[in-house]
C-alpha cells in the first residue's frame, strides 16, 4: 500500500508555525515511506477564506521546500461531489433533514447545561416519521446509537470513544453547503488518503468522521495527532508571543532549512542530535517517536540554529537567501562583492540574514555619515596622517591582495611607532563608517581598490575639516 498523506490548511489567514510543523511531518512521513503528500485547501468557509491566504500559504510551502505530489485542490471546486456524498446518506439512511429551529436548539442547551449535562443535539427529528415540510432545514448525519470508535492512533496510543456520546452532527446547512466534517471525509476518500496527521484539536472530529466513512463503506486511514505548540507562558502560541507566521520567519532573517530543522524538534527527537539536514529528517523521522504532550516554542533556540546554519552551510546556499534581503533594502549586490564572499565574511558574526545584510551594506552603497561613537573615538588629531601614509603605500601596490593589504597596516603600525588599533581602526571607520566589520585585509578585498581608495580621501578631508572647526 502507497502511503499518502494530506496537509489541508483553511486560507483564513496566514501559514503559522503550527500548520507548518504539521505539514512538515505529513510530508516527512510520505517521503520516508515513499509516499504522496497532497495539498489541499479548504477553502469552504467563504466569508473568511481570501485569495491572499491561499497565495500566503503557496508561498510558504514553497519557501520551506515542502513540495507536494498532487495538488492543490479546492474544496470550492467539488461542491456538487459532496451534495452526491450527502444524498447518499439520505437515501441509505443514515442522515436525515433536522428543522429544529436555533431558538429550539439554544433552549434545549440551555436546559442540559443547567442539568449538567453534556450539550448535545437530542434527535428529535432523528426518527420523526414525516416527509420534508416547509421552510428551512439542515442536514444531520445520523450516528449509530450503539457501541464505540476505536482510534489506534499513531502518536497518542488507543482511544475508545463510545457513540452515545457522540450527537448527531450537521454536515450540510440550511442553505446546502456542506460542514467541515463532511467536506475532509469525502475528500480524504477521494484522493486515497490513508494517513491522517493533524493537530490533537482536531481529536473530537476523529470519531464523527470514522462512523460517517464507515457509513460510507470504506476503511477510515490511519490518524496521528499531534500536540499543540505553547508559548513561553504555557498558552497556545499566538500572535501575542511574536513571529508565528512562516513568511515573518523568513523577513526576521531566519534559513527555511533553520526553521523546518527547529519545527520537526518541536516533540520529535533522535537521541540527542540537534541539527539534522533534510535527508537525515526522512531518513529518522517515525511517528512514534513524537512526544505525546504539548512543545514550547523558544525563540532563543531558534535564533541558535539559525546562527548554526548561517554558519555551516554552504555560502552559495545562505547568499541566495541573502540576495533577497539585500533587495528589500534597495542595496543592489551587482554593486560589489560577490554575495558568497560576504557570507564567509560574515557568517561567524551574524545570526540572522537581516543582521548580514545590514551589515554588509557598505561593501554596496557609499554611506552619508559615520558612525558618531565610531567617528569620535577613532577619528582624532593624527588620525589623518595615518590614512594618508596608509593612502600613499596602496595605491602604490598593482595587485589588491588582502595579505599585502594587511601587511601594510602591520608596517604602517611599526614605522609610525603606534598599536595596531590606532591605526587599523581609523582605517575601518574610514571605508565602512562604522568601527565593526571583518578583519582589515577580508574587509579591504571585499571593497575593492576604488572604494577603499576614494572613501580614505573623503575621510581625511572629514577629519581635517573637523579639526579646523
Known amino acids: 500500500m502507497t502511503i499518502k498523506t494530506r496537509f489541508a490548511p483553511s486560507p483564513t489567514g496566514y501559514l503559522h508555525v503550527g500548520g507548518a510543523r504539521t505539514a512538515l511531518f505529513s510530508w516527512l512521513y510520505a517521503r520516508k515511506h515513499g509516499g504522496k503528500f497532497v495539498l489541499r485547501i479548504e477553502d469552504t468557509d467563504l466569508e473568511r477564506s481570501t485569495q491572499e491566504s491561499v497565495n500566503a ?11 507536494y505530489d498532487e495538488g492543490p485542490f479546492y474544496q470550492t471546486h467539488r461542491f456538487e461531489r459532496y451534495k452526491e456524498i450527502i444524498q447518499q446518506l439520505l437515501d441509505q439512511g443514515d442522515a436525515y433533514y433536522c428543522y429544529c429551529s436555533k431558538d429550539e436548539l439554544d433552549a434545549l442547551r440551555e436546559q442540559q447545561v443547567a442539568n449538567k449535562e453534556k450539550p ?32 489506534d492512533d499513531l502518536i497518542k ?31 480524504d476518500m477521494d484522493m486515497g488518503i490513508n494517513v491522517v496527521i493533524r493537530g490533537d484539536d482536531h481529536i473530537n472530529n476523529t470519531p464523527r468522521q470514522i462512523n460517517i466513512l464507515r457509513a460510507l463503506g470504506v476503511e477510515p486511514p490511519k490518524y496521528a495527532h499531534v500536540p499543540m505548540i505553547l508559548g513561553a507562558d504555557g498558552a497556545r502560541l499566538s500572535k501575542r508571543h511574536g513571529a508565528v507566521s512562516v513568511m515573518q520567519y523568513r523577513e526576521e532573517g531566519f534559513l527555511p532549512d533553520a526553521l523546518l530543522n527547529y519545527l520537526v524538534r518541536l516533540g520529535w527527537s533522535h537521541g540527542d542530535q540537534e541539527i539534522f539536514t533534510v535527508d537525515e529528517m526522512i531518513a529518522l523521522f517515525e511517528l512514534e517517536n513524537v512526544n ?6 523558544n525563540n532563543e533556540k531558534l535564533l541558535w540554529l539559525n546562527h548554526q546554519y548561517i554558519m555551516n552551510s554552504d555560502p552559495a546556499h545562505v547568499a541566495h537567501h541573502l540576495s533577497w534581503h539585500m533587495g528589500e533594502r534597495g542595496i543592489d549586490p551587482a554593486q560589489g562583492p560577490e554575495l558568497t564572499e560576504v557570507v564567509k565574511a560574515q557568517r561567524e558574526r551574524c545570526k540572522t540574514l537581516v543582521e548580514m545584510a545590514e551589515a554588509s551594506r557598505y561593501f554596496y552603497q557609499e554611506f552619508e555619515n559615520y558612525d558618531e561613537k565610531a567617528a569620535k573615538k577613532n577619528f582624532k588629531a593624527g588620525s589623518d596622517e595615518v590614512l594618508r601614509h596608509l593612502l600613499a603605500k596602496f595605491s602604490a601596490i598593482s595587485e589588491w591582495d588582502g595579505e599585502k593589504l594587511h601587511q601594510i597596516v602591520l608596517d604602517t603600525a611599526e614605522e609610525l611607532d603606534l598599536k595596531l588599533g590606532k591605526v587599523a581602526q581609523p582605517l575601518r ?33 572629514f577629519i581635517q575639516d573637523k579639526n579646523k572647526s
Open 157 to 187: 496510543g488507543k482511544i475508545v470513544v463510545a457513540n452515545k456520546e457522540l450527537d448527531d452532527l450537521i454536515i450540510a446547512r440550511s442553505d446546502g453547503s456542506p460542514t467541515y466534517n463532511l467536506t475532509v471525509v469525502v475528500d
Open 57 to 67: 500559504i503557496l508561498e510558504g510551502m514553497a519557501w520551506l521546500g515542502l513540495e
Open 429 to 461: 571607520v574610514a571605508v565602512c563608517g562604522t568601527a565593526v566589520s571583518p578583519s582589515i585585509d577580508v574587509t579591504l578585498s571585499l571593497l575593492g581598490r576604488d572604494k577603499t581608495l576614494n572613501r580614505m580621501e573623503k575621510a581625511i578631508k
Open 292 to 297: 505525546v504532550s504539548a512543545s514550547t516554542f
Open 120 to 151: 448535545r443535539y437530542n434527535g428529535k427529528c432523528r426518527d420523526a416519521s414525516h416527509t420534508r415540510k416547509e421552510g428551512e432545514a439542515v442536514i444531520r448525519f445520523k450516528n449509530p446509537a450503539q457501541g464505540e470508535v476505536i482510534i
